[in-house]
């Protein structure tokens, strides 16, 4: 931190804090429209899972892995920009899908665009910040995040509640219907946080993008590096996804279960559960940030994987509590806390990778957690509950059920996965700490 003014730092933090706020609102804003998007374009509830999951991920993942790469060794800021960029554009278009196939296609250029944001971010901050803070600055971020995510809600919510199942017309565009112009107007919100990105100095790095030679400096040397450690980061990547993957399919498909059960309009449950995302998003974010810094002051080697523990731990009670008390009251009280769950678990996430590899691979570690998290979190989080509301229950009303039902035995199997990852994780992070 010495290295770098506080004007620097608040510039950098507050940029990055926006682009995640817009980040999270042009991925989630498919999520209140869904029964828009079934009506209009004809789509099932598996379709509609693939937009938002599938269709996203596989690119994401891809990209960010390719991408993580580049920022080991490139100019981080104008990567951001250029994600930015492509992902505020392509939801733009999404706004001019007319089929399945084409708002397949402009959500995976969302996906693409998205993909350098978390490991640019991981990278900058851990160069930024030390050992002792860092938690707090991921959190930061990740309560952007919940902003973004229920700003979407709340944005969708009130556009589609204003304009009914009509059109209004736009300047130079035409007759719209709701979800289109829902599309287009969050797309334009990137243009003004994309110019302040664009002012910023590339953070001074604890290890000089060129500075890596032989072996480490070749992508071999990163899987090398991950092969020599047996099953320490598969393990931590399965509990991750895992928990992602209660993270995307219930936030994708409790909007949509609330309108569809209790027939609630889109505004109030847009604002029901974006109010809910709001208050406890940026707060738990800032929260889980300082109790993962917190642990880690207590145990360096285990503490942020313990803490990480102990919440998917309160996370499976959560989702056992709406398996067992229906209401539409008894419902918003458990997402609620799920939301606040997720919001002080997520800090510790990002921050554990970070803190169990060299500098020199944070980027392309962050990148990897980005891929195999979405590929089973917005990959198959979405899909699963589709299926097994679908294939199993074969019910529409009883999408709440499936919701719980799949959250339940994924929390379980991340449960188990963290407890062995827990001996491991302390071996590798002391000898890190011992360099």
């Not at 970070?354 to 990959?379: D, H, K, Q, Y």
Request: proline content about 4%; some cysteine; charged content about 10%.
């Amino acid at each position: 931190m010495e290295q770098h003014s506080y004007n620097k730092v608040y510039r950098t933090v507050g940029a990055l804090f926006l682009a995640w706020v817009i980040a999270f609102l042009d991925r989630q804003i498919l999520t209140m429209m869904t029964p828009e998007l079934r009506a209009d374009l004809g789509l099932s509830d598996v379709q509609l899972s693939l937009l938002q999951g599938f269709a996203f991920s596989l690119v994401f993942g891809l990209a960010g892995l390719f991408g993580g790469r580049l920022i080991d060794r490139r100019n981080r800021r104008n990567l951001i920009a250029a994600g930015l960029a492509i992902w505020s554009l392509m939801t733009f278009l999404c706004g001019f899908a007319e089929s399945f196939a084409q708002l397949f296609v402009a959500r995976m250029g969302v996906g693409i665009g998205e993909a350098i944001l978390a490991p640019a971010t991981v990278s900058i901050l851990s160069d930024m910040f030390d050992p002792k803070s860092r938690g707090r600055m991921m959190g930061i971020m990740l309560g952007g995040a919940s902003i973004g995510t229920a700003l979407s809600l709340i944005t969708a919510g009130q556009i589609l509640q204003a304009v009914g199942p009509g059109y209004v017309t736009v300047p130079l565009v035409g007759a719209v219907r709701a979800w289109e112009l829902t599309f287009m107007s969050v797309g334009l919100l990137g243009v003004p946080v994309l110019a302040w990105i664009m002012m910023l100095p590339e953070p001074h790095r604890q290890t000089p993008a060129d500075g890596t030679t032989g072996e480490d400096a070749k992508l071999s040397g990163f899987w090398n590096y991950l092969l020599q450690r047996n099953l320490l980061f598969p393990l931590i990547l399965l509990s991750f996804g895992l928990k992602m993957m209660v993270s995307y399919g219930s936030s994708i498909w409790l909007p949509t279960a609330f309108r569809r059960i209790y027939g609630i309009d889109p505004g109030v449950v847009g604002l029901t559960v974006g109010i809910a995302g709001l208050a406890t998003g940026l707060l738990g974010g800032i929260a889980g940030g300082w109790l993962s810094d917190k642990w880690a002051v207590r145990d360096p080697a285990r503490g942020r994987l313990k803490l990480y523990q102990s919440l998917l731990l309160a996370q499976f009670f959560t989702f056992t509590f709406m398996l067992t008390v229906p209401g539409f009251w008894p419902n918003v009280i458990a997402y609620g806390l799920f939301l606040s769950i997720l919001a002080l678990n997520a800090p510790a996430g990002y921050t554990i990778l970070s803190e169990l590899v060299p500098p020199r691979f944070r980027g392309r570690i962050t990148a990897l957690m980005s891929l195999v998290t979405n590929l089973v979190a917005l990959g198959l989080g979405p899909f699963l509950i589709a299926f097994v509301n679908e294939r199993i229950f074969g019910d529409d009303l009883m999408i709440m059920t499936s919701i719980a039902t799949v959250a339940i035995a994924a929390s379980l199997i991340g449960l188990l996965s963290m407890q062995l990852v827990l001996r491991r994780a302390g071996v590798q992070r002391q000898s890190l700490l011992a360099m």
